[in-house]
Nanobody, 127 residues
Framework: QVQLVQSGGGLVQAGGSLRLSCAASGRTFSSNAMGWFRQASGKEREIVAAISWNGGDTYYADSVKGRFTIQRDNNKNTVDLQMNSLKPEDTAVYYC????????????????????WGQGTQVAVSP
């Protein structure tokens, strides 16, 4: 049974930092792109960052470029999201995900391209 278990998150003041971690179990995803998405209250789920199977290619949403960093460790089957200089507009539930299907080794932007999802973790940034 495949599971993506997330940790990290919480409440932080604007300008602060948080680190989200996602550990996969049940199978190895060293050949799959992985990503982080977020969903704010009343809004659609959106891509935050994605990383290719070997970490050689990354994608960041414009809103987080220069502040967030996605990393993966294929030996540990994990993907992390380091979030710095957090803003109140970063407040959302964050989800890690594993891409599946055709071209699954490459980062993708749409939630529909991802098949396995973490349980979600709340990030709240106060002004």
């Amino acid at each position: 049974q495949v599971q993506l278990v997330q940790s990290g998150g919480g409440l932080v003041q604007a300008g602060g930092s948080l680190r989200l971690s996602c550990a996969a179990s049940g199978r190895t995803f060293s050949s799959n792109a992985m990503g982080w998405f977020r969903q704010a209250s009343g809004k659609e789920r959106e891509i935050v960052a994605a990383i290719s199977w070997n970490g050689g290619d990354t994608y960041y949403a414009d809103s987080v470029k220069g502040r967030f960093t996605i990393q993966r460790d294929n030996n540990k089957n994990t993907v992390d999201l380091q979030m710095n200089s957090l803003k109140p507009e970063d407040t959302a539930v964050y989800y890690c995900a594993v891409r599946w299907g055709e071209y699954s080794y490459a980062p993708a932007y749409a939630p529909a391209d991802y098949y396995y999802w973490g349980q979600g973790t709340q990030v709240a940034v106060s002004p």
